[in-house]
């Protein structure tokens, strides 16, 4: 019998859901991405699985034709990861609302110098920290326009800054973004940015793209803000970067490595802003309701042999545009 497995915590509705769109369907709900104990002759006839299998999982699967990622990003899965003939969707869309309010707030947060306030409310010392700066004005460069990326620039757009967009290839110029170039300007770029922003995925070509040349175009006192992939920056860079400070400050949701290990400089300096890759997955309801929904639509559209949504491109780990 076809066989269905969803390798995360489901909620009864869903279930309920998940089962009526794929009667047909035995579904394995294994509660989680441990898939040791799952009975490898069960595997075998394992047609679906939504949520992010491993390459020893996906080998025991012959019969595999979709994996439907609960993630935005592909790592893993592209670049001969998985066989050509396997679909495979992310969900991308569902993420672009909470990561996008997370780094306009990390970007207010170093603007106003509030982690510098917090750190003297805990010593306890009521003191001004000097000038800081303002949105409205401000040339900010967003690299990487996919959802995530023109989420932010629209949010940013409309607090008054001006907006230039970097991306892979060219497509329309969105409404979200003042200017518009291929990822082939970005050194000539960045001089001009008081803010930088990084939402790029971990695929081939996007690793240190953000390196020792780069960070010094920059302007002194700039920002970056990192909230795709940490291997899209040097770290050793960055921290060379803010201690001189060249660099205002850096708000990281993701680094390289991760997790930063406990002595890391990074930890230390003053303008560094960390999160511990938080800002997407399930902390906020709506983005676990909206790709709750995106898995639903998606195994409908399967079972009539529908397009998916979200559909990835798996040689170059980015969704294909329709």
Known sequence: ??????????????????????????????????????????????????????????????????????????????????????????????????????????????MKKLHLYRDEQIKGRWQGRGQVKSILGSVVLVVGLGDIGCEYARRMKALGAYVIGVRRTMQPKPDCVDEQYLSDKLDELLPRADIVTMILPGVVGTAGIIGRKQLALMKDGAVIINGGRGSAIDTEALCDALESGHLGGAGLDVTMPEPLPAGHRLWKIENAVITPHIAGGRNMPETGEHIMKLNLENAAHFLKGEPLKSLVDVKTGYRKVN
Request: net charge negative.
């Open 1 to 110: 019998m076809d066989k269905a497995i969803v390798l995360f915590p489901a909620d009864a509705s869903f279930k309920e859901q998940l089962s009526k769109i794929l009667g047909v369907y035995e579904i394995i709900f294994n509660e989680g991405p441990d898939t040791g104990k799952i009975d490898p002759a069960a595997a075998r006839d394992i047609v679906i699985i939504f949520g992010g299998p491993s390459r020893d999982f996906i080998k025991l699967c012959p019969r595999l034709k979709w994996i439907q990622l609960q993630s935005a990003g592909t790592d893993g899965y592209v670049n001969g990861e998985i066989g050509g003939d396997v679909l495979l969707t992310c969900a991308t869309g569902g993420y672009g609302h909470g990561v996008s309010e997370h780094m306009v707030a990390v970007t207010f947060q170093i």
